[in-house]
């Protein structure tokens, strides 16, 4: 059982808005910047949000992030059936010294 | 272009060794740290370890403490994880993957491999 908790699943239709949430504790995400990643199926994890709410170069600003307190929400606008795929959230916890992911969660654009 | 190359994997019986390797290109591999992560078959990610670019700081997860070992060859430009009293449930595709160069000490990964993968069985 992850230490970040995620939703399983996720569903909208194509061109609405979804938000996964992420909850964790005063040690992880209480504590220490969080970031979102993306992994297409048979692909490696890609880097979508970083130190909360930053965008690397390339990704659309219809992916947000942000975070209070010891919890983290993505959201996606516009949803396109490319978006389909599992999505992480991620962080450093200070009392474990290890970097957690939650668990997943897959979206599903209907 | 940053690039992540991944090898080493394979099949290999339970109690067994494996040495994974990471190319890194791209990049001053000697000034970042890097990490491994691991995703089982169908499963989450997991994050499996952690070392700073003079490796002078190392963290593992507890459910490898003490059977795998990082290391990394600056000269080389290469990452490695060394993989000892391997179980079935170290069965997973390894990545290696650059951690983000924050001021502000996020944890972030921002470029990642391809993975290979371990699998642990008889």
């Known amino acids: 059982q992850s230490v970040l908790t995620q939703p399983p699943s996720v569903s909208a239709a194509p061109g609405q808005k979804v938000t996964i949430s992420c909850s964790g504790s005063n040690s992880n995400i209480g504590k220490n910047y969080v970031s979102w990643y993306l992994q297409l199926p048979g692909t490696a994890p890609k880097l979508l949000i970083y130190e909360n709410n930053k965008r690397p170069s390339g990704i659309p600003d219809r992916f947000s992030g942000s975070k209070s307190g010891t919890s983290a929400t993505l959201g996606i606008t516009g949803l396109q059936t490319g978006d389909e795929a599992d999505y992480y959230c991620?962080?450093?916890?200070?009392?474990?010294?290890?970097?957690?992911f939650g668990g997943g969660t897959k979206l599903t654009v209907l | 272009e940053v690039q992540l190359v991944e090898s080493g994997g394979g099949l290999v019986q339970p109690g067994g060794s494996l040495r994974l390797s990471c190319a890194a290109s791209?990049?001053?591999?000697?000034?970042?740290?890097m990490n491994w992560v691991r995703q089982a078959p169908g499963k989450g990610l997991e994050w499996v370890s952690y070392?700073?670019?003079?490796?002078?700081?190392?963290y593992y997860a507890d459910s490898v403490k003490g059977r795998f070992t990082v290391s990394r060859d600056n000269a080389k430009n290469s990452l490695y994880l060394q993989m000892d009293s391997l179980r079935a449930e170290d069965t997973a595709v390894y990545y290696c993957?650059?951690?983000?160069?924050?001021?502000?000490?996020?944890?972030?990964?921002?470029?990642w491999g391809r993975g290979t993968l371990v699998t642990v069985s008889s």
């Open positions: 791209g990049f001053i591999f000697s000034t970042n740290s």
């Open positions: 991620e962080t450093w916890d200070s009392s474990l010294s290890a970097i957690m």
């Open positions: 993957a650059k951690r983000f160069q924050s001021t502000l000490g996020s944890s972030a990964l921002d470029y």
């Open positions: 070392i700073t670019g003079r490796s002078d700081t190392i």
